[in-house]
């Protein structure tokens, strides 16, 4: 689990719980689906907790805590059946799906009438579903590319990669140096990638959009729906899809833009982990809230029962925290917070 905030002095005496903007009750690793729900993309969804979320044209596909696969939505293809096993990454495509198993192997499924679920050995770390082609980065940093390549898309120039996305008839690749390059279809400039610096990227139809070094975003291709104009703000994960995309700011809020015919764009508060965006409908898998530590849905379901829990779980151990040198148990209680003012803070205005 990732450790929040820092410790010592610092990080324990001034704790701030992150107020988690949702419905009460809301657990982490619960999907969220909001746009179009004409081939059941929104509800009823799965249950989970999951970790990952990924989507295609008209379904979408995540991976569950324990690493199992779960898909819904529109069938055609066979891309609702998913493989048995465990799973570290998947993505959606036009009617097929592709992952990486916990062994590093690939695994396709759905529509094959392009070679798209015939999917090269290798171990790989990334893996990223076109329209009709994928791409994966294996762990020697090569780039392969497979399925479809009527514009010379899964031809993957060579070089050392960390990253790729597959958009229809195009490729986008992330160099380990953090640059990109495009290749194949390109009418509307969606090859024509940007200088600078890159952490992530994603392509859909004719348009891509990254997250540069500096947590801004960049996006070029088409623009007749706004899709290449992106909001201001810092942001650490996208999700790219058709003509419109879903971005997670640093502050694990989710923003739209781009085509919005059914409401693709206008995403639930909330603080979420992962986002993904299948067609005209898009998800986010919440996260944990910290605040609601001890998992209340009583009225008020925030008290200092949550404050105790927070400290017990994510700080114990920390001698500035334990302040009263307590070895009951729980051994950080609200006598610790007092303690800490007074020992630490005695004097301050």
């Not at 198993?101 to 990334?126: C, E, H």
């Given at each position: 689990?990732?450790?929040?905030?820092?410790?010592?002095?610092?990080?324990?005496?001034?704790?701030?719980?992150?107020?988690?903007?949702?419905?009460?009750?809301?657990?982490?690793?619960?999907?969220?689906?909001?746009?179009?729900?004409?081939?059941?993309?929104?509800?009823?969804?799965?249950?989970?907790?999951?970790?990952?979320?990924?989507?295609?044209?008209?379904?979408?596909?995540?991976?569950?805590?324990?690493?199992?696969?779960?898909?819904?939505?529109?069938?055609?293809?066979?891309?609702?059946?998913?493989?048995?096993?465990?799973?570290?990454?998947?993505?959606?495509?036009?009617?097929?799906?592709?992952?990486i198993r916990s062994d590093g192997t690939l695994a396709a499924w759905g529509d094959n009438t392009?070679?798209?679920?015939?999917?090269?050995?290798?171990?790989?770390?990334?893996?990223?579903?076109?329209?009709?082609?994928?791409?994966?980065?294996?762990?020697?940093?090569?780039?392969?590319?497979?399925?479809?390549?009527?514009?010379?898309?899964?031809?993957?120039?060579?070089?050392?990669?960390?990253?790729?996305?597959?958009?229809?008839?195009?490729?986008?690749?992330?160099?380990?140096?953090?640059?990109?390059?495009?290749?194949?279809?390109?009418?509307?400039?969606?090859?024509?990638?940007?200088?600078?610096?890159?952490?992530?990227?994603?392509?859909?139809?004719?348009?891509?959009?990254?997250?540069?070094?500096?947590?801004?975003?960049?996006?070029?291709?088409?623009?007749?729906?706004?899709?290449?104009?992106?909001?201001?703000?810092?942001?650490?994960?996208?999700?790219?899809?058709?003509?419109?995309?879903?971005?997670?700011?640093?502050?694990?809020?989710?923003?739209?833009?781009?085509?919005?015919?059914?409401?693709?764009?206008?995403?639930?508060?909330?603080?979420?982990?992962?986002?993904?965006?299948?067609?005209?409908?898009?998800?986010?898998?919440?996260?944990?809230?910290?605040?609601?530590?001890?998992?209340?849905?009583?009225?008020?379901?925030?008290?200092?029962?949550?404050?105790?829990?927070?400290?017990?779980?994510?700080?114990?151990?920390?001698?500035?925290?334990?302040?009263?040198?307590?070895?009951?148990?729980?051994?950080?209680?609200?006598?610790?917070?007092?303690?800490?003012?007074?020992?630490?803070?005695?004097?301050?205005?």
């Amino acid at each position: 689990m990732r450790q929040p905030y820092g410790l010592g002095p610092a990080g324990c005496g001034i704790v701030v719980l992150s107020m988690c903007v949702g419905r009460v009750g809301a657990q982490p690793g619960e999907l969220v689906g909001w746009g179009s729900n004409a081939f059941g993309q929104v509800a009823p969804l799965p249950q989970g907790p999951f970790r990952a979320i990924s989507g295609g044209r008209r379904h979408s596909i995540g991976i569950r805590a324990d690493g199992s696969l779960a898909a819904w939505g529109e069938g055609k293809g066979g891309v609702l059946f998913v493989p048995t096993g465990t799973f570290i990454a998947v993505d959606g495509g036009l009617k097929w799906n592709v992952g990486i198993r916990s062994d590093g192997t690939l695994a396709a499924w759905g529509d094959n009438t392009y070679g798209q679920s015939d999917v090269p050995p290798g171990m790989f770390i990334k893996v990223s579903a076109g329209a009709t082609h994928g791409l994966a980065v294996r762990t020697d940093g090569a780039l392969l590319g497979w399925g479809s390549n009527s514009n010379g898309e899964a031809v993957a120039p060579p070089g050392s990669y960390i990253d790729a996305t597959a958009g229809r008839g195009f490729s986008i690749a992330l160099r380990d140096d953090g640059t990109l390059i495009g290749w194949g279809y390109n009418p509307s400039g969606e090859t024509n990638v940007p200088s600078g610096v890159f952490v992530a990227v994603g392509a859909g139809i004719n348009f891509a959009a990254g997250i540069r070094s500096d947590g801004t975003l960049a996006a070029w291709g088409a623009n007749n729906y706004g899709q290449a104009s992106p909001p201001g703000g810092t942001y650490r994960a996208i999700a790219v899809e058709s003509q419109f995309a879903v971005a997670l700011t640093t502050d694990d809020r989710v923003v739209g833009w781009g085509f919005n015919l059914a409401g693709q764009t206008n995403p639930p508060p909330g603080r979420f982990d992962s986002i993904g965006a299948a067609g005209y409908a898009a998800h986010a898998i919440r996260k944990e809230c910290y605040a609601n530590c001890d998992g209340s849905a009583a009225s008020p379901h925030l008290t200092v029962n949550d404050f105790i829990c927070f400290m017990n779980r994510y700080v114990a151990g920390d001698p500035y925290c334990n302040c009263d040198g307590s070895t009951a148990q729980p051994s950080l209680n609200i006598n610790d917070f007092i303690c800490y003012i007074n020992v630490f803070s005695a004097g301050c205005s």
